[in-house]
């Protein structure tokens, strides 16, 4: 199957180093300590976060720094055939794990001892890319909850398919059977918190496609702090300041 | 069954319409051949389980139901501390119940209906950090199970001894096509109802315990069901209650 | 649930006593209603509707299946209601189960009528393409996405909008095939079918706390609640269906006159509702344009 035309365009018209349309929006569950929707393309998530609060299991307490837990979910109508899948299914915990893992990495945990912070992530439509669309959300709704991070921590993914790098895989490329590298990236800090890839791909295109999924989590980086500095100036003309 | 068996009581009641109306179509003939506002006739027993502190049998036509109630006794999840106690209900199936095999996918609504039928009746305050268990299994399903199925477990709630304000009668009415209610329906006429009513109470307080309304109804229709179903929810307690004071007469004689 | 100290129970108590609630509403009035259609792309008919702090999505999808041998001359339509633990923390892994099997069937008992299929919000016998072989399954997924109390009526009024919205493709039977084999069909791309609504009723949740009853409760009044009655009434202001939730036994003649409170107050939701669904399938279309 051709994913790129003569012409350089891909399915959807993109360009291979365009990133889909982004869009965010701040504080979409009004009972939640933090929430946000991202929107990259057709796909859609909604994170939550809720706490710091007191440590629901006991067992799972620690005196030095914060538990953070993390559930992903994906909704019945989210796919393009309609199947109801059972909670807590293999793949829905694996991405619950890696987003987990990727936002302890940021979250200044040892500020919050014996507390913990649960993130929720909800998946409306799916169109590719639904990890790192989640940690994007996750990573809004965290600064929109007010939780202490290092950095603000975005990803983006990137494939390898008629031999060209592709930036922000949709649905169609995505289940091409190509690689896929997802990349989760601090941009102050300039470190890689998350790397995955699937597939096989030759060595001397790996940088360069890790690469390009980086340009990509440095642009939504970029879009992140936009949003997050309108809303900081929505609360503060709130507040008549 | 090592005790002495209660006496056995078969009754047949009809709760008497404050409206007497004319019957707009006499040529429809029930399939058991009852009168539009007749109940099948109803058997109680308690104490059919004897591994069970309290229990009872329930036959109404063609639906037998057994229930047993378990406890007080210590939650056996490991849950956070409650100051008054926990009533768990579960209802079951049997493999033969029904004509077709395998009817596992309703009984998680019937248990939680129970529970909703229950819970208001029962002191759940005179047995702090404990649960009581109801476990109810149909025998065989011949219609109209869950209200057989209530009012046989507040019987066995009272067998087992368990503080309850009043026994709980459930009864159903189904509205057939041209607007005919008929009450305690089985099977066959469940299965061509145009709605339905449930209606669950405690006679002697006057209060509704659990009601579910399925299909249209207009508020006569609706005034009228309520009405008979609460009418025959106290004739049914009268039974029940009878059985009760029979079974425990028949213990002081012992 | 919400922890509530003493003080703010009297507090919600007393304002319900005296017709102004916590966020200066009467007892018998609704918080504002938004609602947005088309929200999913992929389905056939999707809605947001949010009340107050209460926001659920409802998805339609429409798909080829064949009629049961009971009812050949019927569609199916199944609801499923999830509970997102984005909404509520407590919602996590199996913990909304027990609350989105409670709602399914209290949607499925107000919407699709009795056994026979009389009073049925939506007419089973328009999802059928030729009888006794093709028809139309309807499957309902509603998502709770932020919970504030009164989440059925607010579900009811999602799946309302959402088949408002609802473009079923026009089937064409290409080959009349004889006797037991199944005919050829044709999906057509560009006519759809526009689902009537008319006939789909608005569920009403009144909340008991202490003597008196209110509408469209938040969490903390809901916490409040010895029971509640909802009550799911059409145009005609016919009863579709009732749900008690709540333990506590109620007075045969409060549950009376609840109802006859709930037939009154459905006139003023329904013709609410239906100018915000037509607002937004309205606003729905410019874009299209």
């Known amino acids: ?241 | ?254 | 649930m919400v922890g509530l100290s003493l003080g703010e129970k009297h507090f919600i108590k007393g304002g319900i006593d005296q017709n102004i609630r916590s966020d200066g509403r009467k007892r018998d009035s609704y918080r504002p209603i938004f609602v947005e259609t088309g929200v999913i792309p992929q389905a056939n008919g999707s809605a947001r509707v949010r009340m107050g702090a209460t926001e659920v999505i409802a998805s339609v999808k429409a798909e080829l299946g064949r009629p049961s041998a009971l009812h050949p001359d019927k569609g199916k339509v199944a609801i499923f209601v999830d509970c997102s633990a984005v909404a509520e923390p407590t919602f996590e892994g199996r913990g909304g189960e027990e609350l989105s099997a409670e709602l399914s069937v209290a949607l499925e008992r107000c919407l699709l009528g009795g056994t026979s299929g009389a009073g049925a919000g939506i007419d089973l016998t328009s999802l059928i393409v030729a009888e006794g072989k093709i028809c139309w399954d309807l499957y309902i997924d509603s998502l709770v996405i932020s919970s504030d109390g009164n989440l059925l009526d607010a579900l009811a009024a999602a799946i309302k909008a959402a088949l408002a919205n609802t473009a079923i493709p026009k089937v064409n039977i290409s080959a009349a095939a004889s006797g037991d084999e199944q005919p050829e069909v044709d999906i057509s791309d560009e006519e759809f079918l526009q689902f009537d609504t008319s006939a789909v009723p608005v569920i009403i949740t009144l909340t008991q706390v202490g003597r008196h009853y209110i509408v469209d409760a938040t969490s903390e009044e809901e916490s409040h609640m010895s029971s509640a009655v909802s009550i799911s009434v059409n145009r005609k202001g016919h009863i579709c269906g009732l749900t008690k939730r709540g333990g506590e036994g109620l007075d045969p003649s409060v549950v009376s006159d609840m109802i006859s409170v709930a037939q009154h107050l459905s006139e003023l939701l329904m013709s609410r509702l239906d100018s915000e669904i037509s607002a937004a399938e309205a606003e729905g279309g410019d874009e299209e344009l």
Not at chain 1, 72 to 96: L, Q, V, W
Not at chain 2, 27 to 38: A, C, I, L, T
Request: glycine share 6%.
């Open chain 2, 1 to 254: 069954m090592t005790s002495k068996p209660s006496p056995a009581i078969t009754t047949t009641y009809s709760p008497t319409p404050s409206s007497k109306k004319t019957r707009p179509d006499v040529d429809w003939v029930r399939p058991d051949s009852r009168g539009f506002h007749q109940c099948r006739p109803a058997f109680f027993r308690t104490a059919a389980v004897n591994a069970a502190a309290g229990s009872a049998y329930a036959e109404f036509g063609n639906t037998k139901v057994i229930v047993s109630v378990f406890g007080p006794r210590e939650s056996k999840k490991a849950m956070m501390y409650s100051d008054v106690g926990r009533l768990n209900c579960n209802v079951s199936y049997t493999k033969f119940a029904t004509p077709v095999r395998n009817q596992e996918a309703d009984c998680k609504e019937l248990s939680l209906m129970l529970h909703k039928a229950l819970e208001g009746a029962i002191l759940l305050e005179t047995f702090p950090k404990t649960t009581v268990d109801v476990f109810a299994l149909v025998l065989e399903s011949g219609g109209t199970d869950l209200p057989v199925v209530v009012s046989c477990a507040s019987l066995a709630l009272a067998d087992a001894g368990i503080m309850m304000y009043d026994l709980v009668a459930g009864v159903s009415v189904a509205s057939l096509s041209k607007k005919n209610l008929v009450i305690d329906p089985v099977q066959e006429e469940e299965s061509s109802q145009d709605g339905s009513l449930m209606l669950t109470c405690m006679p002697s307080r006057y209060k509704v315990t659990q009601l579910t309304i399925t299909g249209e109804w207009s508020s006569a229709n609706l005034n009228e069901a309520m009405e008979l179903c609460l009418d025959a929810c106290s004739k049914l307690a009268k039974i029940m209650r009878s059985c009760l004071k029979d079974a425990a007469s028949l213990a002081a004689q012992e």
């Open chain 1, 1 to 241: 199957m051709e994913f790129v035309n003569p012409e350089g365009l891909r399915l959807d018209g993109r360009r291979p180093m365009e990133m889909r349309q982004l869009r965010a929006e701040i504080g979409a569950v009004a009972r939640a300590d933090g929430s946000a929707v991202f929107e990259m393309g057709n796909t859609k998530v909604i994170a939550a976060v809720y706490g710091p609060r007191e440590v629901q299991n006991k067992s799972q307490l620690s005196n030095d720094q914060a538990l953070v837990r993390c559930e992903y979910t994906m909704a019945n109508f989210s796919t393009g055939d309609r199947k109801r899948k059972p909670k807590g299914d293999r793949r829905s915990t694996e991405i619950s794990l890696v987003i987990r893992q990727t936002m302890e990495a940021c979250i200044l945990t040892h500020l919050m001892p014996r507390s913990q912070i649960d993130i929720y992530v909800q998946v409306l439509q799916a169109d590719g890319g639904t990890r790192s669309a989640c940690i994007n959300a996750a990573t809004l709704a965290l600064a929109d909850a007010g939780i202490p991070m290092r950095d603000l921590v975005t990803s983006c993914s990137a494939g390898y398919l008629n031999s060209t790098p592709l930036l922000d895989l949709n649905y169609l490329e995505d289940s091409a059977g190509g690689p896929d590298v997802t990349v989760g990236f601090l941009p102050k800090l300039d470190k890689v918190t998350l790397l995955q890839m699937d597939a096989k791909l030759p060595v001397d295109i790996v940088e360069n496609v890790m690469q390009l999924a980086i340009e990509g989590c440095k642009a939504i980086a970029t879009y992140i702090r936009e949003v997050l500095l309108e809303n900081t100036k929505q609360l503060e003309y709130r507040r008549g300041l």
